[in-house]
């Protein structure tokens, strides 16, 4: 059941992670997630900028990502906006491993991740590889959630629901 988001679409990449047990894999482009499934293709708008509560106030995308990259912290009441506008949080792992302040950014992942368990906030944890040697295997990904606070119950849920949009 397990998905991962990359950050190029390869082939190889790609294939490798159907290998290692992910059913579905999404790749980004210019802030859209694409599902790379030729029997069921779907896109998913990724917001990554400088005016994260603006976008989750309105609802202006389907799942906002890198805001422990650029410092953004979420509270209670956005973290109910979000929900209510059927948001998403993408938690990258390649953000935390290309971090200049390492602490810091594992500060804000831990803090955004138990607030969205907490409100049970869809967030989907993943690799962002940009090839084969940055892959993580599902158990690497569900880890890298426990870590963080967010539980194996609400990720394969926010999994569902991902995979539902389509």
Request: proline fraction near 2%; include cysteine; glycine fraction near 6%.
């Amino acid at each position: 059941m397990a998905l991962d988001l990359i950050a190029v679409e390869s082939k190889e990449v790609t294939d490798r992670l159907h290998g290692l047990g992910f059913r579905d894999v999404f790749a980004e482009k210019d802030g859209v997630l694409s599902r790379l499934d030729d029997e069921n293709p779907f896109e998913i708008n990724a917001y990554s900028g400088d005016d994260y509560e603006f976008v989750i106030q309105k609802g202006k995308a389907d799942a906002v990502a890198d805001m422990e990259k650029k410092g953004f912290l979420l509270n209670k009441g956005l973290c109910h906006k979000m929900k209510e506008n059927r948001m998403f949080v993408i938690f990258k792992f390649s953000n935390l491993i290309e971090s200049e302040n390492f602490f810091k950014t594992y500060k804000n992942l831990l803090i955004n991740g138990k607030l969205c368990n907490e409100y049970s906030v869809p967030c989907i944890y993943v690799s962002y590889a940009k090839d084969i040697y940055e892959i993580k295997s599902p158990a690497q990904l569900v880890a890298f959630a426990g870590e963080f606070g967010y539980n194996y119950k609400n990720l394969s849920e926010s999994w569902d629901k991902l995979l539902q949009r389509g």
